[in-house]
């Protein structure tokens, strides 16, 4: 119940081979793992997940049901997009070419005009204006209407201040992310390489009479977010869900307090003469 100078991969590896489930990282999953106690109750997913969210690592199914890790960088994607951090399919999705069928959905209602990072939950000295109790704000400029988002900060001093900032562009970021998606039907479950859609990839995506792209003609990085094979009287098909790159930046997370040297346990006989 307890790990000590461990890899991510390995933590990984390691819990989730009681339960016959495989797994597969792409990128630098980040430093050793100094310490962590896992207390009675925890799942093995809770342990993977949260060390995922604190590394930056997105963690998700393979068509085989095992688990991958895939590193998403050490910047958070930021509204105005961001260098490419999935892999990436050979070939993408057009209109007219290869998309038999697609609707869009764009909504406003998870957005919001500035989110704001809070110092604790209790307004104090409120006469006085926020009484320091505001510690980092993230505007969103594409929101017109004056409507704040609060969050309480995870720790308000030290390391806490700066996660607090990028708590503030992560809400800002994932939300912008998740109100734009693209669900499509394509004519095949493959791409021009021959390799097998999957979600995590990222695939060109053009289809104008759904939206207009930033770049005019040029297609558009998105990201398959889910994917349904079909073979039925219909012939063979795939059901994809697409979604701009922001909306999957991992939360950022505190790691875990790690205990005083002196507290921390040691082997029998460990530092003795």
Known sequence: MQIVNADLFVIAVDLAKPFGIGVQSLGDLGDTIRYHNIAYGTTAWEVIEEWCRIRKVLAFETPEGNLQLLNAGSEHIPLRG?????????SGFAEG???????????MDQRYSEYRVMRQSVEVLMDLGNGGNLIA?????AVTRYRPHDTIAELATGQGLDNAKDRAQWEASRRAGRSSAIRLTTDGWRDAAG???????TAPLYIPSLYKQDDGDVAELWVISEIVYRRDDQG???EILMMPRQAFAPQPTLPPMVLPPILQTKPPGAGRQ
């Open 82 to 90: 961001a260098a490419d951090l999935f892999g990436a399919a050979a």
């Open 137 to 141: 704000t993230y505007p969103d400029n």
């Open 195 to 201: 390799t097998l859609y999957t979600p995590g990839t």
């Open 236 to 238: 063979t098909t795939a």
């Open 97 to 107: 070419i290869n998309v038999q069928s697609a609707e869009a959905e764009w909504a």
